[in-house]
């Protein structure tokens, strides 16, 4: 019998001598090489090699419908044979502002830029040009994009994150500057008490907190109606401006995760879904906050643009997909990955191993913990848990289960039980292997 060539491993031996690593994004990195991709339509995905995948990452939590859906892509294709950029404004982008303003109260401007980073970038400079102040405060090893700013403490660790009642302000990189570390005060997440004191040391100074409502790398826990609300009154009293990073949570709800709460940030960044398949960012709020980029204005407080901002292509394909997302498939895809979150919890039972289920909306995160994590320190794994997680990953991998590499899960509209039962059939699998191979994590011994 001939062995069977992998195409992934030729690719990646090609591309290792062009790329840094192979790769364009460290996201997709893994080895002995990265998958690559032949096509994606609805929640499969193949690969250059003809294996199918049930896609359960979605490029990063960025397509909402799944792949190549049949109205967005003719939607797409009209646009694009009328041209993809031009040095012009277009209807749609009004059109897509309007719809994004009508599903938030406190959305009262908006402008679109092209990525996540972008969007949150541009959130804090604005909030910086409206208050006049250049500190920021975030949570502890949130994650909001390559901001010099916005990552800081993002890859904390033990060795480095220092006392819990005062994080310190750990950079990403190599060469961040001083300054930029100095000019971010880092929160632990949903600790009302520690956070404000940490902010009161800070008072005059901060410009804005910026917050993750369910942060993925904070463990998928939602941030606490308490802690909103004290950093919302915080702020006020501090004539500082709260942010929220919606950038994924904004397929919770149909205002966002933003709209289970009783204060609404003054700013609000989004991405991913939003884009319906292409690249996006957009960031809307308060109205006077806004008026920081307006030309109309005698003075521009933030000059600001981008070449693809708000091209066609991409006003298209969000407004679409946006319209799609409906309060009709939002209640469906929430009430799925709820039915996902119970039956993986009954998997976690019936195996008996150390592991829980935490997230919101069609989002969801398997820790290899025994109680669901509430920081960025608890929900941080060790050498063990690790290893648990690659198990899981590996298996499902092999057994055609596209994950996020935290063992995350972002569902699309375009599921349905039958690819839940798949799913949850593979992680027991993967859960029985844990237990086989690492004893420690049986919790009935
Ligand atoms: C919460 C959050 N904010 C910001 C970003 C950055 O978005 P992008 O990758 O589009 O720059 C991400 C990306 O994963 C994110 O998850």
Known sequence: MTEQINQSEILFERAKKVLPGGISRNTIFKLPHPDYVEKGEGCIVTDINGKEYIDFANNMASLIHGHAHPVITRAIIEQVSKGTAFTMASEVEIEFAELLCSRVPGFEKIRFVNSGTEAVMAMIKSARAFTGKAKIAKVEGAYHGAYDYAEVSQTANPNNWGDEDKPNSVPVAVGTPEKALDDVIVIPYNNTKKAL???????????????????????????????????????????????????????????GAQQRYKVSPDLTAMGKMIGGGFPVGAFAGRSDVMSVLDPLQPKVLLP?????????????????????????????????????????SHSIEKVGIKACVTG??????????????????????????????????????????????????????????????????VLEQGFELVAKQLPSFKRYR
């Open 360 to 425: 919101e909306g069609a989002m969801l995160r398997v820790h290899f913990k025994s109680q669901a994590p509430t920081n960025y320190r608890q929900s941080f794994l060790n050498e063990d848990e690790a290893k648990a997680l690659k198990i899981v990953l590996t298996h499902a991998n092999e057994q055609g289960i596209m994950l996020i590499n935290t063992c995350s899960m972002m569902l699309s509209t375009v599921m349905t039980i039958n690819e839940i039962e798949k799913l949850v059939q």
């Open 197 to 255: 004191e940490i902010l009161n040391q800070h008072q005059g100074e901060i410009a804005a907190v910026l917050l993750d409502p369910v942060s993925h790398r904070v463990g998928m826990v939602a941030a606490e109606d308490e802690f909103v609300e004290a950093l919302y009154k915080w702020t006020r009293e501090q004539q500082a401006l709260l942010l929220f990073d919606e950038v994924i949570t904004f397929r919770v709800g149909f205002g």
């Open 304 to 344: 600001h643009s981008g070449t693809f901002s708000a091209n066609p292509v991409t006003m298209v394909a969000g407004l679409t997909a946006m319209k799609l997302f409906d309060h009709k498939a939002i209640e469906k895809i929430n009430l799925l990955a709820l039915k996902t979150k119970v039956l993986i």
